[in-house]
């Protein structure tokens, strides 16, 4: 890996946890370049919900380049770009009764909440926005400034303006209702926190910790934002595409956002793309005002569309989701009784597994690559060992994944009990 | 187009200006639904120097793709990606005795620009930034913050914060020097120009108008910079990748830039990726304060690497994109003396025809796509008839291209010719 | 007042509630044109805390501008400036063993604040600073920053910069010690709250509704400061200077402010003059770097220096306010007994009687004056009548204030009553 | 002086340059405790227009203290403020046809400044103004945002927000007509200068230099604005009150500033007393939207009216403040003869000595303070000398002025050749 040491900057950051050079990728395997094969639970950080490669997608995707379709087009219309337009309507919008326009920001999900951003601002003529803690939402100044963790905001070299923090549920113990801080904040002209053009949040924080925000919670957030005009923004960039069980994160809440954020496995292959959803009364842009060179990757709309036609004209994959997530929920809550440390959370196939210590979670981590298994963590200080295996992973390569990450925390804490141990002997 | 009109955000724009669906490219070629052909002098805005669908690194993507390489892997380490910066580091940084550290950043081009920004921001611990008149750097927050366009920064529902704008190279007439303004502005505590972390510059504006800043005036630019320990960013997106002849649009300039961000034309193929190449010292980075999840686009990876190994090799691709650099400037000049009005500018195969009025401009583009040429226009108004037809374009192909912009030219002006006459008939 | 309406903008305020044209007043006594006297109750909002136009006070102005008295001298060292400096050192400073520089700012308690929280930011280098809910710091950009009422805030005409809003003690009801949500979110670095540089706190909210911080509150709210390296700045303009008590509000609660702001009765005549205190190690100011031309106001340090002379060698004037603010407090419990709507708060002199309803309030102040009593209302609904009488005054008037005050309490409430009736009748 | 260095800050600064404890002043003199006297060239930066303790001004203070006339009384209706107000109309703003309302804010000129920008943002919806390079409108943050000066710009902690600077007359060279680069930006959608909602601006920039704007640029910049529909705030704080000979700077230049700031010398004693007049429509303020506790100086309302009524209700006090700034002119051009590095520039009697060297002319200023002359420095770098004198001072008095401020310039230009002599020997 000199290479990388030598001239990729310092930036680097999953190669150094998963320190080895890989090649190939199937479903749910990578293999590296010594032949070594791993299970992947962390599936591009929940890019890859269909799996590496998925044969289907790879299918249109081939067919589409070597009968030279139209790669790059900027905004211009494609039929690629028709096709997906087309299916997304038909397949995912229609059949929820969803009534959206569609923005092809550019290709990152950070570009999605900077667009969302602006149609809120502009829509609603007012600058602040609120946001939630430990809430992700990308590391461009706008999404930045939306985003809780100090680590990302640090680097900007500049005070964050436009959005205010309220506490995500369950942040103030399980006592605190703090929705209703946030109702209370937004009725009061002198709470400090201006009456914003949105409130962005994320129904399960990924980056966060695999923090779950309840049903009830989420709706009282809606029910808020109605009473004071306020947009609601879900950030479906990684809960959503079929991640928690339904396509859009918010569906078995019963709320109605008015923008929604889609990016990461909205391609199924991969490749960048990022859509913004709105409601169509707030689609007030003005032609090419947010532009960009890649709002145009048609080789995306081919996969996405054949992601869309594969997985989601029935309910069989949102009811395998649902089935394959609660096996991966029932094992860490197994794994959990070796431990008062450690609990369980998440919604779907978005399991977290959180160990209270960080350094304990990493260890899990590396126990696990060890032993032929990709796994992160998350949270504001990595305590949580995070499961976002592909949703198309099998039921045998998950039930080989989730034996080896049991074993990598049973190792993890026999270690770590050693080493209190031996602290507590030196101390 | 019903889908697009029903569906698609107000946001979109180069299918109003072309309002075809297309389906197939090749080269220079664009098709659409009906089989009409299209010679594309438009080239993604600068994305696809090598040509649409370019077969040598069609060749090498598809054969990656079937191979099942790893397609996507955040910043993981790849083969792709290993083989990527081996063949940036040999055929572009060593020759041009260039010494940078690698980032991967989003694959946008804003996303390059907004890691560009931290980097100067934080390595020199100040806030403001000073960009130019007319530049453009894109629209996400901290991008359009240094971008001058108004219909960009409009859109943010948020003042500006962290930039300085100071006048081009050209701003205030030819009797003006305007890197002493800089000059001046720096040296002065009394200016109300903070002193800035660095000054981000494009060497040709694209979408600013194709306004060039000459050597000399970048020299002096970068003069004073190293006077007040200032960063010095060539945003070379547009104008890199070989579209002014080099390699990098500031090697004949002579200066030596801080931080170059690239993208658009790098992977060659029009697929997202962008970097952010920065002079070692910089590299402050700590691991993952600038992430996302499309960094490491490793179809990207391997189209890039196929590109620089068949085009940047030798000296033989640079000396025929200024072979046709000069073809398409003696055209257009020879299309300006058509009327006063009309003047070109430009760089290698970045050639602008400015007519003053955005009209005849826009005119001239119906026109053009009319008799079957893509061709946009740029700058404040609109007023700059842009040519960025592919480096790779045929003599031929190019020869009957500007043969249809002529005609679409005289066209626009024998038209504006009757309409001026009409209103002063009228008046 | 026909000149008033005419010339006088339309943010003029208090002249609304107490239309008519004042002429004279004397310690708790102010004089219309038509020689009707008021009981001042409001005490120019805490400015008059001696009295109007303290003879005592009035007989050193008197000597001061006779003699030809240095008036206006910028920062120049005066001998009225060196008795003042003496002075506050001896009587109020040394005795309490504070150890503070004095800063001469503007002559305004916003241009203390301002000054303050300068401070702040480059003693820590952090742009971010914590208020609180319904907290008041001045109009001014930087002042209205750390301002939560929008009414203030929205005037901008810009976005809040630099300032993170916390919930005061009780904010969040009696259950909920608002103090471990701010040692949360310092401690948690993805609380979205970016580490301050200092919080600025109010020990009781004047403006905001005298809300009155418990000390110990505010003491956990210095430990949380202590243990984040965070600057705890007292904002002690209205409630400063004996209005509750002991001379600073903070005395009793135990804690140490690293900076002070005073200003409002500092001169005790009514005269612009503000300070800002601050211990040593923070007073890296270079020459001149907060500046302005009436930091120097020499009449201020005479009538100063009076009062602290007069007021604060014993402890006899402290006692007395300690003896009234309870008689006041007991004369409002009483009038709260009428109505369930009605509650009290404050300490010392400074005591309100929140009406739930903003209405009623300003009724009860209308009434007020109609009796010849000037009193304000307070709060973001301006639902609190607030008791801000001269801290000199005298027991008999003291009665005679509050007798009014509780008759147009009487009279308020029968006519809301009456009010309620007819409404309900009519619905 | 122990007191002084002992308790306040470091931020003191013109006790630096005048280091003596003050004690008494009248009309021209100040006279230390040593009894030593000393002409006053400074007048308290221009705030002493009418001379230190002036009988006239005095007696009107006196009697209205005397006979307990309201001192403070926030924005209460007063006889005092009634009778200002009055005189105002009469003496000041209908002779000169100017349709005025009077916004009393908080008793600082950045409180003014701090307003009229609140003004132009709400009235017309951007938040962009333009200031000018050089320019001094105070250093709380909204009015330091538009204070060129870095060192007080460096203060604040925070990056400058909603300003944009362009360069003052001259500041280009005597062939750059400014005033055309500002039209040229805010012409052009794409200079990156966002349309500002006002341009401020000093006639005469007192702090930054005695860099005096010609009247036919002050016509082109408001044609400039009434081009785009933006306002023209004129920041007389420093130039008004006659200091250039007509009560506001701007009577001659002809143009009709919508805005208007005016402090200083406004009340005429040095009281601390500021104003704001706008055109009516622009009076959109909501009552208390800006407040502040000391707007309502009485005893500034009585001396302002006593120096309105004694010396503008003729054009007598005028032409002499024009005839004495030909004096002043006059000596100066005749000390600019003796080297090459001096020039003169200025308007009334506000008049500068450009030195061009900042060493130079401190020491200019110490040597004056040795001869009994207070006289301070100006601009960026300290490099002018400015002649501040007080309006009323006697002929004869100005006179030794003049000719102390020529010794201290003849030993100061001596000592330099001396010190550039040894410095070439040396080297």
Same mark, same amino acid.
């Given at each position: 890996?000199?290479?990388?040491?030598?001239? $990729?900057?310092?930036?680097?950051?999953?190669?150094?946890?998963?320190? *080895?050079?890989?090649?190939?990728?199937? @479903?749910?395997?990578?293999?590296? $370049?010594?032949?070594?094969?791993?299970?992947?639970?962390?599936?591009?950080?929940?890019?890859?919900?269909?799996?590496?490669?998925?044969?289907?997608?790879?299918?249109?995707?081939?067919?589409?380049?070597?009968?030279?379709?139209?790669?790059?087009?900027?905004?211009?219309?494609?039929?690629? !770009?028709?096709?997906?337009?087309?299916?997304?309507?038909?397949?995912?919008?229609?059949?929820?009764?969803?009534?959206? =326009?569609? /923005?092809?920001?550019?290709?990152?999900?950070? #570009?999605?909440?900077?667009?969302?951003? !602006?149609?809120?601002?502009?829509? !609603? &003529?007012?600058?602040?926005?609120?946001?939630? *803690?430990?809430?992700?939402? &990308?590391?461009?100044?706008?999404?930045?400034?939306?985003?809780?963790?100090?680590?990302?905001? +640090?680097?900007?070299?500049?005070?964050?303006?436009?959005?205010?923090?309220?506490?995500?549920?369950?942040?103030?113990?399980?006592?605190?209702?703090?929705?209703?801080?946030?109702?209370?904040?937004?009725?009061?002209?002198?709470?400090?926190?201006?009456?914003?053009?949105?409130?962005?949040?994320?129904?399960? /924080?990924?980056?966060?910790?695999?923090?779950?925000?309840?049903?009830? @919670?989420?709706? =009282?957030?809606?029910?808020?934002?109605?009473?004071?005009?306020?947009?609601?923004?879900?950030?479906?960039?990684?809960?959503?595409?079929?991640?928690?069980?339904?396509?859009?994160?918010?569906?078995?809440?019963?709320?109605?956002?008015?923008?929604?954020?889609?990016?990461?496995? %909205?391609?199924?292959? &991969?490749?960048?793309?990022?859509?913004?959803?709105? =409601?169509?009364?707030?689609?007030? @842009?003005?032609?090419?005002?947010?532009?960009?060179?890649?709002?145009?990757?048609? %080789?995306?709309?081919?996969?996405?569309?054949?992601?869309?036609?594969?997985? @989601?004209?029935?309910?069989?994959?949102?009811?395998?989701?649902?089935?394959?997530?609660?096996?991966?929920? #029932?094992?860490?809550?197994?794994?959990?009784?070796?431990?008062?440390?450690?609990?369980?959370?998440?919604? &779907?196939?978005?399991?977290? %597994?959180?160990?209270?210590?960080?350094?304990?979670?990493? /260890?899990?981590?590396? #126990?696990?690559?060890?032993?032929?298994?990709?796994?992160?963590?998350?949270?504001?200080?990595?305590?949580?060992?995070?499961? %976002?295996?592909?949703?198309?992973?099998?039921?045998? *390569?998950?039930?080989?994944?989730?034996?080896?990450?049991?074993?990598?925390?049973?190792?993890?804490?026999?270690?770590?009990?050693?080493? +209190?141990?031996?602290?507590?002997?030196?101390?």
């Amino acid at each position: 890996m000199k290479i990388f040491d030598e001239l $990729e900057s310092n930036v680097r950051s999953y190669c150094r946890s998963f320190p *080895t050079v890989f090649t190939e990728a199937r @479903w749910s395997t990578l293999i590296d $370049e010594r032949g070594r094969e791993y299970i992947d639970f962390l599936s591009g950080a929940g890019t890859l919900n269909y799996g590496h490669n998925n044969p289907i997608l790879k299918q249109a995707l081939l067919e589409y380049i070597e009968s030279d379709g139209v790669v790059h087009g900027l905004d211009m219309a494609t039929q690629a !770009k028709q096709r997906f337009l087309e299916t997304l309507d038909r397949v995912i919008l229609r059949p929820r009764k969803l009534d959206y =326009k569609v /923005q092809f920001t550019g290709p990152t999900g950070a #570009n999605a909440v900077e667009a969302a951003l !602006k149609i809120a601002r502009n829509a !609603k &003529g007012r600058s602040n926005v609120v946001s939630f *803690t430990n809430g992700f939402h &990308g590391v461009t100044l706008g999404a930045v400034s939306a985003t809780a963790n100090s680590h990302y905001r +640090d680097a900007t070299g500049l005070p964050g303006m436009g959005v205010s923090f309220a506490p995500y549920d369950g942040y103030m113990g399980p006592d605190v209702d703090t929705s209703e801080y946030l109702a209370q904040v937004l009725a009061d002209g002198s709470s400090g926190v201006d009456l914003p053009a949105a409130v962005i949040v994320e129904t399960v /924080q990924g980056e966060g910790g695999v923090n779950v925000a309840s049903f009830e @919670w989420l709706r =009282k957030i809606e029910a808020v934002c109605r009473k004071h005009d306020v947009l609601l923004i879900v950030d479906d960039i990684q809960a959503g595409c079929g991640r928690t069980g339904s396509f859009f994160s918010f569906e078995k809440a019963g709320v109605s956002p008015d923008v929604v954020t889609l990016s990461k496995s %909205l391609s199924g292959y &991969g490749l960048p793309f990022s859509v913004v959803l709105m =409601k169509p009364e707030l689609d007030l @842009w003005k032609p090419g005002e947010h532009n960009g060179t890649f709002r145009g990757h048609n %080789l995306a709309f081919v996969t996405a569309t054949a992601a869309l036609e594969e997985y @989601w004209r029935t309910a069989d994959f949102s009811g395998d989701v649902e089935r394959k997530g609660r096996a991966v929920r #029932n094992a860490l809550e197994e794994m959990a009784q070796a431990d008062q440390r450690l609990s369980v959370r998440g919604r &779907g196939m978005m399991q977290g %597994l959180d160990c209270t210590d960080g350094e304990l979670a990493s /260890q899990i981590s590396r #126990n696990a690559f060890d032993r032929g298994l990709v796994i992160e963590t998350s949270g504001a200080d990595g305590q949580v060992v995070k499961c %976002l295996m592909p949703l198309t992973i099998s039921d045998e *390569t998950l039930a080989k994944g989730l034996r080896i990450l049991k074993a990598s925390v049973e190792d993890a804490l026999s270690d770590s009990g050693v080493e +209190d141990l031996e602290m507590a002997g030196v101390s």
